[in-house]
């Protein structure tokens, strides 16, 4: 049996903040993984825990700015490390509230900017710091977009439909640009087992490109990414929709000022009106989303900060035969994330063969600390080892509801 409190873990892996608040000790390799996540001197875990995430509604929703995704881009291909990149926008925060499959696969990505502007709406309505959309569309014209073409990236395209993909990589490759297309392939329409078989996986590997952009739709992309994840050598991994489309001059994209407006759903049904069905049936689930959790989960992050409460965190550790168990008592909040980013990182780096987190002392959770949870599960689900949260209070429960983790309470490893 080991307790945090009596000093037996290593004094490196943990942050202890008393009742009062007051800050004992803080891991300074954690401290420079929260100011600079992308620092090559820090481990992969505190670097991962040290992204600025958030909750938003059940899905991780990282608060960057375009700069700040180009450049992880960049750093991952020059790298050659794995970096999957997710786009949420409605339908994928639809789509994820219906499988769990879909959901892992943005809980498993390394970079999830905002693609739609209904969540940066969400986000200011919660009290959430994303200020800005960050669509995959305007990623890919930024990259475009770089200085040095003989620096610029390497792309494969996945995708797209018929004749999308090479429409779309003569159009890069016609100029030079920060983009260049190195392959392409149209998988057609089968599953996404018979879209991984080796010859396909070769082929996109031998290609030697820096950016994987794949087309197929959410849910199937998605699905594709995850189950090739470890298979694939292509560093930069995204699925990103229309993109394809846009790039070869398919599918006009809407003006700007519809896209800032969060109008570009009306612009795309001009364009395609085959998606008026998803469109209908996310836009009403969206609207009973609002209703019953958005706006009752704003009015309570409104009176907390109304009340100004200064609650400190307290952590303790415990372990029993490789059983990993957390106990948290206090405010769970972005107060208080720096602190338990380092003894989370031990938690990943002690090799435990289960994690349990003992609410049952939580009073309040907000959507930093509940994000920083989300990306702990995702380091645990890589290892296949299950987290558990046990103890939640009837608020807490609540507040988990709202925040659309509920899932996190339900059962081990969900």
Not at 169 to 186: F, I, P, Q
Not at 229 to 250: C, E, I, Q, Y
Not at 305 to 329: F, H, M, N, V, Y
């Amino acid at each position: 049996m080991m307790s945090a409190r009596a000093g037996m873990l290593a004094p490196e892996n943990l942050a202890l903040v008393g009742r009062t608040g007051a800050l004992v000790e803080v891991d300074a390799a954690t401290d420079r993984a929260y100011a600079d996540p992308a620092g090559a001197a820090l481990s992969a875990p505190a670097s991962e825990l040290s992204r600025e995430v958030y909750c938003l509604q059940g899905i991780p929703v990282d608060a960057v700015d375009m700069g700040e995704v180009v450049q992880r881009i960049k750093a991952a291909a020059e790298a050659k490390s794995p970096f999957l990149i997710s786009t949420p926008n409605v339908n994928f925060l639809i789509g994820s509230r219906h499988d769990e499959h879909f959901r892992e696969s943005l809980l498993r990505s390394d970079l999830c900017p905002a693609d739609g502007m209904p969540l940066v709406w969400i986000a200011k309505l919660t009290g959430v710091p994303i200020r800005t959309r960050v669509a995959g569309s305007d990623i890919f014209e930024e990259l475009k977009a770089a200085p040095d073409p003989a620096r610029g990236l390497k792309l494969y395209l996945f995708g797209g439909g018929e004749g999308a993909a090479a429409a779309a990589a003569n159009a890069l490759n016609a100029k030079s640009c920060g983009l260049s297309c190195v392959g392409k392939m149209n998988p057609g329409f089968g599953s996404v087992d018979t879209m991984s078989t080796s010859e396909i996986i070769d082929e996109i590997n031998a290609s030697d490109a820096d950016f994987l952009a794949v087309s197929l739709g959410a849910a199937k992309g998605q699905a594709w990414l995850l189950q090739n994840h470890d298979r694939l050598r292509v560093p930069v991994r995204a699925h990103l929709g229309a993109t394809v489309n846009f790039l070869g001059g398919k599918v006009r994209r809407a003006p700007s000022w519809m896209r800032a407006c969060g109008l570009e759903w009306l612009w795309r049904l001009k364009e395609e009106p085959q998606l008026w069905k998803r469109y209908a049936k996310d836009g009403a689930e969206l609207l009973g989303l609002m209703v019953l959790h958005v706006l009752p989960l704003a009015i309570l992050t409104r009176l907390r900060s109304l009340r100004s409460e200064r609650r400190g965190l307290a952590i303790e550790t415990e372990r029993r035969d490789g059983d990993l168990t957390l106990r948290l008592s206090g405010a769970a909040t972005e107060t208080h994330v720096k602190q338990a980013i380092s003894s989370f990182v031990h938690v990943v780096t002690s090799n435990p063969r289960t994690v349990t987190i003992d609410v049952s002392k939580v009073r309040t959770v907000d959507a930093r600390f509940l994000g920083l949870l989300l990306v702990l599960w995702k380091l645990l689900r890589v290892q296949d080892v299950p987290l558990q949260m046990t103890g939640a209070s009837r608020r807490l429960r609540t507040l988990f509801r709202l925040q659309g983790v509920g899932y996190l309470l339900s059962r081990q490893g969900a």
